[in-house]
């Protein structure tokens, strides 16, 4: 199938010094599958960046959790594209939904920044995810399909771009997507790929999943033909973390 199983860590706006040194020593110590089994990524808030870089393992890599829009200058408090370049900051989630709904950002603005991100050399876990209401009403595809579009209007490739599929139903809330949800989602999304982008994007293009995966629910999720792996947010904070990269090895044994 070539797609390389992709593990996230999502710390949000977590964490002290000394906390964030706590979290690279387990990861450091962890024994985990190799890299040609599974990609593992971990995304501090941006002062911790180049902490986390200096100290992590050197098979895994960091994330920031966003960036500006466009080419730096002057708008205070953005963090520019060229500056994780700069620091050697290899990817940046874009469109998480709690800047979606909290920052009110517009799928049309989603698709601007993977496109600039893309631009630049970084490389993009773009989020997509239906509200509990959009579920409930029938339209999570029509959303989902509706968000990937906006994005696919602006990039010219997907090679860089990582999809994350995160209902916001299921995030912090300790509220998992079936195995069945994802996989229906997953399947619709890639689906989508290929009829709208092509045949070649849709097979290469990892689809991930988010909203409160763990240690106990990772490894049946990760199962679904259409699951290439985890974006996870609290439990990244914590040691089960591991064991969310470890379910990597199910796709192995395929
Ligand atoms: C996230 O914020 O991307 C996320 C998936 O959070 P959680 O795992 O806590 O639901």
């Known amino acids: 199938m070539g797609r ?3 593990v996230g860590g999502n710390w949000k706006c977590n964490g002290t010094t000394a906390e964030v040194k706590k979290i690279v020593i387990t990861l450091n110590e962890a024994e985990v599958p190799s890299e040609d089994v599974v990609e593992v990524v971990v995304s501090p808030p941006f002062v911790f960046l180049t902490l986390v870089k200096s100290l992590l ?3 895994f890599h960091v994330a920031a959790q966003n960036c500006w829009v466009r080419k730096g200058g002057a708008f205070t408090g953005e ?10 900051i290899p990817w940046v989630i874009i469109g ?5 709904l909290i920052l009110n950002e517009s799928n049309e ?3 601007d920044k993977v496109a600039y991100a893309l631009s630049q050399g970084l490389k993009v876990v773009a989020c997509v995810g239906e509200t509990l209401e959009q579920r409930e009403s029938g339209s999570t595809v029509a959303v989902v399909s509706a968000q990937t579009k906006a994005i696919a209007d602006k990039v010219l490739s997907w090679e860089n771009i990582v999809l994350a599929y995160e209902p916001v139903w299921a995030i912090g809330t300790g509220k998992v997507a079936s195995p069945a949800q994802a996989q229906e989602v997953h ?3 890639r689906k989508w790929l290929h009829d709208n982008v092509g045949a070649e994007v849709a097979a290469s ?5 988010g ?3 763990n240690g106990a629910n990772c490894t049946e999720l990760a199962t679904q033909p259409d699951v290439d792996g985890f974006l996870v947010g609290g439990a990244s904070l914590k040691p089960e973390f591991i064991d969310v990269i470890k379910s990597a090895t199910v796709k192995k044994n395929d």
């Open 79 to 88: 963090v520019s594209a060229e500056m994780l370049v700069n620091l050697a």
């Open 109 to 111: 603005f989603v698709g």
């Open 96 to 100: 998480h939904s709690e800047r979606r």
């Open 57 to 59: 393992r050197s098979d």
């Open 4 to 6: 390389k199983f992709f």
């Open 205 to 209: 293009t990892r689809i991930i999943y």
């Open 187 to 189: 399947f619709e999304l």
């Open 211 to 213: 909203g409160s995966v």
